[in-house]
């Protein structure tokens, strides 16, 4: 059965993507604006709105690095190409309109690889939400007040910024992996039981002998309570230590 690719640009290299992308708008803003306008790209979800939008349709760009698809209005050309002829407002004959047009495509294109590219009519916008699983990258562009979205699918992601290749190092067993960590465990020695009278009537230096052989075994047991090892205190090089006398089952362990 096919199946579709999941693939997700994380934080990492989501961050390199975006200062590839705003050097290209860079580049973009100084052969296109002849206004000192502030163009900038961040991340967004593929699937919420632009800030502001309404009716909004998807074009998509193609070129030999893969295919951007641009979210934007009706009327983004016009005022686009207002903000970079530095007038303020469409003149509604159409010549803001065509600096807008050809600029985005060439925006575009700039991404794709494309060396002539177009903006092809809109394809709708009921594909956006699915993106975001094949490795597909969303931005926001943000050309003053003007704001619409780009997806930039996963070739023009992996020619942009080639993704590192996975790690070489196998991972090793539970035990093995944390066998070097140091821990914390509580010895616990059982005295039996005595009467609280007794407890309260002790005095500095008196000794209460117990039923307890001296000899007997302590408990290692982790901070959950669970027995780590067993065996009578003994010394070793001038120090306390305990001497492990029972073996525990592997049940026993894994428990």
Known sequence: MDGARLRWIGATRGKRLLAVMNAIGSEWKAQWSTADVQVGFERA?????????????WHEISGARGTVRLYCSGDTSGRLG????GTGIDDGLGIAY??????????AG?????????IDPPIGSSDAPRLARDGSFAVWLRI????????????VCDALVPPEPPGQEALQPRLAAVAQESACFEVVLDLGRA?????????????????????????AVTPQG????????TSMDGRRAIQKSRTQTTQEKTR
Do not use: F, H, N, Y
Request: aromatic fraction near 0%; glycine fraction near 12%; hydrophobic fraction near 50%.
């Open 226 to 233: 669970r027995e780590a090892l067993r065996g009578p205190l």
């Open 82 to 85: 207002a903000l970079l002829a």
């Open 110 to 118: 700039a991404l794709c690889g494309a060396d002539s590219a177009k």
């Open 45 to 57: 979800s593929v699937s919420a709105p632009a800030p502001g939008a309404c009716e909004m349709d």
């Open 195 to 219: 009467s609280v009278q007794q407890m309260l009537s002790l005095r500095a230096g008196e000794m209460i002998r117990t039923m307890v052989r001296i000899d007997a075994p302590l408990r």
């Open 144 to 155: 003053e007040d003007l704001v619409l979205g780009l997806v930039l699918d996963g070739g």
């Open 98 to 107: 065509g600096i807008g047009r050809r600029s985005l495509a060439a925006l």
